[in-house]
T-cell receptor
Framework: RKEVEQDPGPFNVPEGATVAFNCTYS??????FFWYRQDCRKEPKLLMS???SGNEDGRFTAQLNRASQYISLLIRDSKLSDSATYLC????????????FGGGTRVLVKP | DGGITQSPKYLFRKEGQNVTLSCEQN?????MYWYRQDPGQGLRLIYY???????QKGDIAEGYSVSREKKESFPLTVTSAQKNPTAFYLC????????????FGEGSRLTVL
């Protein structure tokens, strides 16, 4: 089993709709979590950190479920510019800040 | 401006040759990372380093080597032992603290002919 897993998609989303997807992790000692966005052939960029209580940044909401070992990302009112690959990242501080990426979820927003 | 500089951006090599990818940062970050990305895949961790003169193997370290002689520099050598070296290589440094953000370079695309 991979340490961090994501549904690869693609998620085909009508413009204006809501889309949500999860990322599961296997190491229960993982301590911090992040969502990154990657556009084609570019380096990933931080979208948002994921806090225990959940957090929101504009149209984006991230949640953490430690009991079931997953994080989620929800995008409301999808824009064409939201089309990208979304990567989750899990930090294991016990392993010396080992930062492990999921395989990414591709989102395609269509008019 | 502060950031991560990777070089070269594109590199072609013949099979059996070692190649070294450069990664330099001026962000004063202690931690640095090397990842490999294949088409349509996520990033896989090759090596990471938390402090000078220390580094740990990631999930796919075989066929690669690194050094961390200076805080600013974390070069990656792709050796001839790496069976499928053609890939996109990304270097990053880590800002510990509240955001815990990884800062990436623009990447190096290695093609082995």
């Amino acid at each position: 089993r991979k340490e961090v897993e994501q549904d690869p998609g693609p998620f085909n989303v009508p413009e204006g709709a809501t889309v949500a997807f999860n990322c599961t992790y296997s190491n229960s000692a993982s301590q911090s979590f992040f969502w990154y966005r990657q556009d084609c052939r570019k380096e990933p960029k931080l979208l948002m950190s994921v806090y225990s209580s959940g957090n929101e940044d504009g149209r984006f909401t991230a949640q953490l479920n430690r009991a079931s070992q997953y994080i989620s990302l929800l995008i409301r009112d999808s824009k064409l510019s939201d089309s990208a690959t979304y990567l989750c990242v899990v930090n294991s501080k016990a392993a010396g800040n080992k930062l492990t990426f999921g395989g990414g979820t591709r989102v395609l927003v269509k008019p | 401006d502060g950031g991560i500089t990777q070089s070269p951006k594109y590199l072609f090599r013949k099979e059996g040759q070692n190649v070294t990818l450069s990664c330099e940062q001026n962000l004063n970050h202690d931690a640095m990372y090397w990842y490999r990305q294949d088409p349509g895949q996520g990033l896989r961790l090759i090596y990471y380093s938390q402090i000078v003169n220390d580094f740990q193997k990631g999930d796919i370290a075989e066929g690669y080597s690194v050094s961390r002689e200076k805080k600013e520099s974390f070069p990656l050598t792709v050796t001839s032992a790496q069976k499928n070296p053609t890939a996109f290589y990304l270097c990053a440094s880590f800002a510990q603290g509240e955001t815990g953000e990884l800062f990436f370079g623009e990447g190096s695309r290695l093609t082995v002919l």
